[in-house]
Each structure stands twice: as C-alpha cells, then as structure tokens.
C-alpha cells in the first residue's frame, strides 16, 4: 500500500554504492564537533548517495566548441538559455531535440561555470557565452544549485564565488528581457506548505498536515504519520555529492520528545490503493500510476516499482491545469495518492524529472510534449522578436 507523504524525489542522478566521487574534489569538510544532540529523524538510516558527474554532455555545446556548426556573422543568436547542471539528462535530451528543429541551445551549468567566458549585458538582452553572442528568447533554470559549484564555502574564494553566482543566477532566472519556463519570480515561494494550502483552496483532498520541531507530539488525523522534510529531498553537503531525505512512518517510540534541529513535516498516514504522478506541459496533461510498497524503494529498488500509462480523469484533470495556471507552472509533476477512489494532493515538482517514469512505462510522451512546447514557445517568441 501506498501511504500519504511518499511523492517522488526529483533529482537527475543515479544511485550508487561506493566508489569515489565523480565530481571535482574539495577539500573534505571538517569532522562536526559533537553536540549531544540526537540525530534528526531524515537523517537516521539515510545509506543513499547520488552523484552527479561534472563534464560536458550537452550536443549541442561540444559540436559548437568543435567548429561544427558555421558561425552566422557576428548577429545575435536567438536561443533557449537552461541554467541547469551537467546530469541533467533532461536538458542534455532537449538539446539534442531542439538541434533537430534548428534552434540554438545554449547552457550555464552550476557544477562547471568558475572557468566561463561570460559576458551580460544588463542595457540590452544579450549575452556572449564563450565565444557566440546570443539573445535568450527563453530561459529555464532546473538542477542549478549553488551546492553543486565545486568550491569550499568556507574558504574565503569559495564564499566569494559562491556570492558572487547566487546573485547574478538570480537575476538572469528572474530578468524580464526575456521569458521563463516555471518563472523563479512566481514559483521561488511555492514550498509544501504553500502547496498544500493552495491545493485545498482548488478543492483537493490532502492530508492532515502538521510542522514540527517535536513530532513525537504530533498525530495529525489522530492516527499513523509520516515524517517528511520542509526543504528538498536531497542535500549535497559536497559537490556532486547528494544524500536522499526520504519519507518515512514516524516510530513515537525513538522520536519520543526529543526536539529536532529544525521543523518537519509530519503528515497523516493514509492506506492508499496506487500513486499517481501527473506531468503537466502547458495545457496536456500525461499521467503514470506508480505501485510501490516502501516509501524509499524509488531509490534503493526502482526494478521493483512498477510505472505504466493511465489517463487523467476529467475532474482531476481540470483542477490540477488550474494550480498549474495559478502557479505559472508550465512544465511540472503532480504526485497524488488514490485512496478508495478519491485523490489525494502529495505535492508539485517544479523541477520534476520525467526520463525515468518513461523508461519505466516505455513511452516518450513527456519528452515529446516537453521538447514540442518549448519548440512551439520560442517559435511564438521568435517570431515577436522579430516583427519589432
């Protein structure tokens, strides 16, 4: 059965089990200094380590680096600007797919920008990326945390570049010279909180919620409860590095009143007959049911979860495109129980991943619809762009 609290982590990185990291070494952080304090709950158990490779896997940068692709005379290059980091195999997919079209994809990856020959202008929308000077007609920002910059932030470099990065990324994911899939300006506050708030605001059943630095106290809907994080379902203490914060049942007898160091949430156990995740791209809807047993089997044993194509009933449909609008979400993932043939509102993933749910049904229908709307949507923009 499927309990409340298990909505899929977002992330594009793969599990593994020893090995050294992949990513660019730094200098390892200090062992803590004890505290007496007990281990938070997420982190107790948490043997699940992602890491995402630093290189260039992107076709369209390696093709333009190797003078494949003829230069067009020094004029501005209308492109599709992603803020996201090298494994993001998503984005490394869409520009293969956006080459296919003809359209310029250019990239600003988190893990590989402290050697980047870049140059924005703030007095007109332009930028020179290494040696090409482009016009972003549309930018996405997905995966692009500082975490991931291979610096030490306890060094004075490191916070300096760090600084630095947090500021200018910011502005370009939120600058209005150009438009935004997801826009960081609509979308940066959009926490499970606010989600769950809005959701019921829509006329979506969710669960009894609770935020707590005492769960043990806690037993919202008076009966079993999942512990979950406020923050994301993955932290990356090292670049390249991340740790799973998986949901998980709430044992009263190790939680007790021991207070953790930060809120959590704790949120009603509910016996659910399947999951749904529901990917929105625009105005389409593209659904999986996702049967599992244990809240971190995603990760530890996704062989054993079972994904296929289901359709979006009429009702549900028309709810979830409506938080979708009032959300200025253009492409996102919806995750969902079905409990006695009543859904159930999980959480949105702004940053939702899709490769994995479609190598498990065996469709590209997310892939297809992503990569067509955002050929559709520059088009749209390019066309304005060019009538002025």
């Not at 209005?176 to 300006?185: E, I, L, S």
């Not at 979950?228 to 590095?241: F, Q």
């Not at 079972?306 to 959300?327: Q, S, Y």
Request: proline share 9%; hydrophobic share 40%.
């Amino acid at each position: 059965m499927i309990g409340a609290g298990r909505a899929q982590s977002d992330g594009p990185f793969q599990p593994v089990v020893g090995g050294p990291p992949t990513a660019p070494t730094i200098p390892a952080p200090a062992a803590p200094v004890p505290t007496g304090r007990p281990t938070p709950l997420l982190l107790q158990g948490q043997d699940y380590v992602f890491r995402a490779p630093a290189g260039c896997f992107d076709f369209q940068e390696q093709i333009h680096r190797l003078g494949m692709v003829a230069e067009e005379g020094g004029d501005p290059t209308p492109c599709v600007l992603v803020l996201a980091r090298s494994a993001d195999m998503e984005m490394n997919e869409l520009s293969i797919a956006l080459a296919e079209r003809g359209i310029r994809m250019a990239r600003i990856d988190a893990d590989r920008c402290l050697d980047l020959a870049l140059t924005i202008y703030t007095d007109t929308p332009l930028l020179e990326l290494d040696r090409w000077l482009l016009r972003p007609l549309l930018v996405w920002r997905r995966h692009f945390e500082l975490s991931a910059m291979p610096v030490d932030p306890r060094t004075i470099a490191g916070s300096y570049a760090l600084d630095q990065w947090r500021t200018v990324s910011g502005w370009l994911t939120e600058r209005t010279d150009w438009a935004h899939v997801n826009p960081t300006r609509t979308t940066g506050h959009l926490n499970r909180l606010t989600q769950l708030s809005d959701a019921t605001a829509f006329g979506l059943r969710t669960p009894r919620t609770a935020v707590s630095t005492q769960p043990g106290r806690s037993r919202p809907g008076g009966g079993a409860c999942i512990v979950k994080t406020t923050g994301r379902h993955l932290l990356e203490p090292r670049p390249g590095v991340q740790h799973g914060l998986f949901p998980r049942p709430l044992d009263t007898a190790r939680a007790g009143d021991v207070p953790e160091p930060a809120p959590v949430i704790v949120q009603q156990y509910l016996n659910a007959d399947t999951e749904l995740r529901v990917f929105v791209v625009g105005e389409q809807l593209i659904g999986y049911q996702v049967d599992k047993f244990d809240p971190a089997q995603l990760w530890v044993d996704p062989d054993a979860v079972t994904v296929r194509r289901t359709e979006v009933p009429p009702a549900l449909a028309d709810r979830l495109l409506a938080l979708a609008r009032h959300w200025k979400l253009q492409v996102a993932a919806f995750d969902l129980l079905v409990v006695d043939g009543d859904h159930v509102f999980l959480e949105v993933n702004v940053n939702c991943d899709w490769r994995w749910f479609e190598h498990r049904a065996e469709t590209t229908e997310v892939s297809d619809a992503v990569h067509r709307w955002v050929a559709d949507r520059f088009g749209e923009l390019l066309g304005g762009h060019q009538s002025r």
